[in-house]
Each structure stands twice: as C-alpha cells, then as structure tokens.
C-alpha cells in the first residue's frame, strides 16, 4: 500500500494505544461503578483515573498531530453521504476522547475525590465540591461514555464493511496487514 494512502506512523501508534486504554476503561468503569465501597473500589477507581488522564494527554497529542498532519485520503469510490458520515464519526470521537476524561475529572472534583495521576501527581480539582453537580456529571460522564462505545461500534463495523465487503484497504490504513511497497 502507498505510504499516501496509509496513515503515519504516529498516527496509528497514537490510535492503537488510545483505542486499547478505551477498551480497558470502559469495562472497568461499567465493573467498578457497581461494587460496594472497599479499598479494592477504591484502587480501581485509581486506576480508572489514571486511564482517563492518561486517554487526554494521548488525544490531545493526536487533536494536535491531525491539526499539523493531513490524513491519508478515503478510497475515490466511496459514496458522498459515507465521506460526511465518517468526518462526523471522526469528530464525535475526537470529542468524546475529550469530554469523557474532562467529565470524570469534573465529576470527582465535584464528588470531593481528588484525582492524582500515577498515585504521585496531584491534579487540581476542577470545581468545588459540591454533591448535585457530581452526580449530575456522573450522569454526562455515563452518557458520554455509552454514546463513545455506540461510535466506537459504527466505526470498527464501517471499517470491517469497507475492508472485507468492499474490499477497500481499510485495515491496512491503519497499520494491519501487509505493506506493498512502493
């Protein structure tokens, strides 16, 4: 495959590790939220944070790469309303990679826990303590994250569709399957 029509190499490492700290922290979320208060909720509670932050730092690096780098272009072929449909997806969950470790933040700021990244750097609390806004953000933090894993859904089977139906080099654009080289 041309290194035109593949993504870079920054790019795609910067998916990848996103995308499996993605797959690490929803579960845990869904797992943790529902545990009775020990120091095992607690740690993973930790570790989910530490996650969020970490899933920020990444998507801020790569809003920044694809501001400063352009993608490779989607297949001639392919429909106008699919062109559109995969920008918005694209936007939605550059968005969401955003809001969704913000949310968190905001939320155990607002719940009084303070978060602190690796158990040995503080972060500031974003708002004051105050128990209504927190459970109105655990509300947003909820629903952002399933609206995340709807997205996240729609894109690995559009790219599934666009790959194995259409026989488009979908995966390869993202770093799976053979080079070719040029």
Do not use: C
Request: proline share 7%; hydrophobic share 50%.
């Amino acid at each position: 495959m041309s290194r035109a029509l593949r993504y870079s190499t920054p790019a795609i490492a910067l998916h990848w590790l996103i995308a499996l700290l993605i797959f690490v922290a929803f579960p845990l979320g869904v797992y943790m939220h529902e545990l009775p208060l020990s120091p095992e909720k607690l740690k993973l509670y930790s570790y989910h944070k530490w996650i969020g932050i970490t899933v920020l730092l990444l998507a801020a690096l790569r809003v920044s790469w694809r501001m400063t780098h352009t993608p490779p272009p989607l297949p001639a072929g392919m429909a106008a309303w699919q062109r559109h449909a995969s920008s918005a997806v694209h936007g939605l969950l550059y968005l969401l990679m955003i809001a969704i470790p913000v949310s968190g933040w905001l939320m155990s700021s607002a719940k009084g826990f303070q978060t602190v990244w690796f158990g040995v750097l503080p972060l500031p609390d974003l708002v004051d303590k105050n128990r209504e806004l927190g459970d109105l953000l655990a509300g947003v933090h909820q629903t952002l994250n399933f609206t995340l894993l709807g997205l996240v859904i729609l894109h690995v089977g559009a790219a599934l569709k666009h790959h194995f139906i259409e026989r488009q080099p979908f995966l390869q654009r993202m770093g799976w399957g053979k080079k070719e080289r040029t």
